[in-house]
Nanobody, 124 residues
Framework: QVQLVESGGGTVQAGGSLRLSCAASGRTLSSYGMGWFRQAPGKEREFVARISRSGISTYYADSVKGRFTISRDNAKNTVYLQMGNLKPEDTAVYHC?????????????????WGQGTQVTVSS
């Protein structure tokens, strides 16, 4: 089992940047594909980005492509989400999640472990 803790959220003006971190404990993070998801009030949880176990492959939602970058440091057991050119519609609670499968998925139901989330608020 793995425990995930997100940090780095906050309030930022539109056009600004934030870097989220997801620290893992319990098991080595290199055993998992990792994803970032977000959930705004009244909306379903949606895929943001994911990264393969090795970090070689990354995938993004169209809404964040070119603005967000997912990365990982397996030696530090940490995954990152660098967010740039933030927009008010990026406001949400951001969660990291771990996927035991090798295939990888954009679907929240395919992830096995979740963090509690960190709030990101983008003001206009």
């Amino acid at each position: 089992q793995v425990q995930l803790v997100e940090s780095g959220g906050g309030t930022v003006q539109a056009g600004g940047s934030l870097r989220l971190s997801c620290a893992a404990s319990g098991r080595t993070l290199s055993s998992y594909g990792m994803g970032w998801f977000r959930q705004a009030p009244g909306k379903e949880r949606e895929f943001v980005a994911r990264i393969s176990r090795s970090g070689i492959s990354t995938y993004y939602a169209d809404s964040v492509k070119g603005r967000f970058t997912i990365s990982r440091d397996n030696a530090k057991n940490t995954v990152y989400l660098q967010m740039g050119n933030l927009k008010p519609e990026d406001t949400a609670v951001y969660h990291c999640a771990a996927d035991r499968s090798i295939v990888g998925s954009n679907g929240p139901s395919d992830y096995d472990y979740w963090g509690q989330g960190t709030q990101v608020t983008v003001s206009s």
